[in-house]
């Protein structure tokens, strides 16, 4: 609750889908209470018809005040000292006086920069100025980029904005705050400055969106909205070569996204996500390429993403290539999920002979004499090669050993 922490709060107190302590708390049919305004928000904004903790299917969308656990909570509160309130910055009244000229000021840009510059100074300012209400001020803004009038100026605006926001840190905490930026016009206006907007711009909707996603799961179900060309902007920032940070910003939302939504994944099929993560995968760092395998291997995990993944000529040879070379072990492991993928799936004639010319076989017969004992992506290599070896036995990494660990015989 506001002022108060929360670390050592019981745990029936806490509302199941955002573990934040209830400050209205409901009791659904299935016997589960929860904080109503994320319950409403299951059932009526995402048109859940589940219990989000016990998953039974709930006919009826009765909501009971738990008038007894909102004693309780009263009760723990009131014994509890809240922190006393944090100072204000030394540029609280400057910040104050640049927010209050926004909105009537004819060279937005000109305050926004200016803006920028004094939330740079520190985390102090930062903090007053989403006291101050300075999130609000600048969803204002954004939001006439929407607008049937809406010219160069205000789009320059709406840029600025965005570039402001980036520095702006956002917490689980900050649920009026959250509530604002995952509005639909606030999403829309940035999706716009993502489609749009120069490479800083693009950086701080990225940016901010990433931090959406981190503080609030329920951004997932609102980002589902988004439409193709939303992904096609990710994609476009994953591959730039200049910008690091928000290449791997992008790619940390994009695994976010995709994650946590079958639809997502659909979309990032259809905006060529397999084409641009396959063609990045051979030069790209450790770091970046344990992630575009994640996002290769739940795109894979549909259908339609199997059929590009195995349409692009590299594709099955990039993961390959991958495995046992990058000195983390994230990427093999990976890489053995999407073969298998593809291998349990796909498995075309094409597909089974282009997984052993590329050399994915060998790595996998490889796989079996690593370390001692069993382990999950050994177990998953072993079973690929029992699959396919009738078609792979003939060439020479099938050694007799190996078939005869495999239980292939002769």
């Known amino acids: 609750m506001d002022g108060i922490p929360s670390m050592d709060c019981p745990q029936d107190f806490r509302c199941p889908i955002s573990m934040e302590i209830m400050k209205d708390p409901v009791t659904i049919s299935t016997g589960v209470t929860y904080d109503r305004k994320n319950i409403e928000r299951w059932f009526l904004t995402y048109k859940k018809t589940t219990c989000p903790a016990t998953m039974q299917c709930v006919e009826a969308l009765d909501m009971t005040p738990n008038h007894t656990l909102q004693r309780l909570i009263s009760a723990w509160q009131s014994r509890r000292t809240p922190p006393a309130a944090a100072a204000a910055s030394p540029k609280r009244d400057e910040l104050a006086?640049?927010?209050g000229e926004i909105d009537s000021t004819p060279f937005k840009v000109s305050c926004l920069k200016r803006l920028r510059s004094i939330v740079e100074l520190g985390d102090e300012v930062k903090e007053d100025f989403k006291r101050l209400g300075g999130v609000e001020v600048l969803v204002r803004i954004m939001e006439q980029v929407l607008g049937e009038n809406s010219d160069f100026a205000v789009f320059r605006a709406?840029?600025?904005a965005v570039a402001v926001l980036r520095h702006i840190p956002v917490s689980d905490g900050d649920e009026q705050i959250l509530e604002v930026l995952m509005s639909s016009n606030c999403m829309n206006s940035m999706a716009i400055v993502l489609q749009r907007g120069g490479a800083e711009a693009r950086f701080g909707a990225v940016a901010t969106f990433e931090k959406l996603a981190r503080a609030d799961y329920q951004w997932n179900y609102a980002a589902?909205?988004?439409g193709v060309g939303f992904f096609k902007s990710l994609l476009e920032i994953v591959s730039d070569e200049i910008c690091s940070k928000a290449s791997s910003c992008a790619l940390k939302l994009l695994v976010q996204m995709l994650e946590a939504s079958k639809k997502s994944r659909l979309k990032a099929i259809e905006a060529?996500?397999?084409?641009?993560?396959?063609?990045?995968?051979?030069?790209?760092?450790?770091?970046?390429?344990?992630?575009?395998?994640?996002?290769?291997?739940?795109l894979c995990e549909l259908a339609e993403g199997r059929l590009a993944f195995t349409e692009h000529g590299l594709g099955i040879a990039a993961v390959a290539k991958k495995m046992l070379n990058v000195s983390s072990g994230g990427a093999t492991k990976i890489g053995v999920k999407i073969l298998m993928l593809v291998a349990s799936f796909h498995a075309t004639e094409k597909v089974v002979e282009e997984m052993l010319m590329c050399g994915a076989v060998k790595k996998l017969v490889a796989l079996l004499h690593v370390g001692a004992g069993q382990s999950t992506t050994k177990e998953r290599a072993a079973k690929i090669l029992k699959l396919h070896g009738r078609?792979?036995?003939r060439y020479p990494c099938f050694t007799s050993d190996v078939r005869d660990y495999l239980g292939l015989g002769e």
Request: charged content about 30%.
């Open 391 to 393: 078609e792979w036995r």
């Open 158 to 160: 709406c840029e600025e």
């Open 97 to 99: 006086a640049a927010l």
């Open 224 to 226: 589902q909205d988004q």
């Open 272 to 298: 060529g996500a397999i084409c641009t993560l396959v063609e990045l995968l051979p030069e790209s760092s450790r770091s970046k390429c344990e992630r575009i395998m994640q996002l290769i291997k739940l």
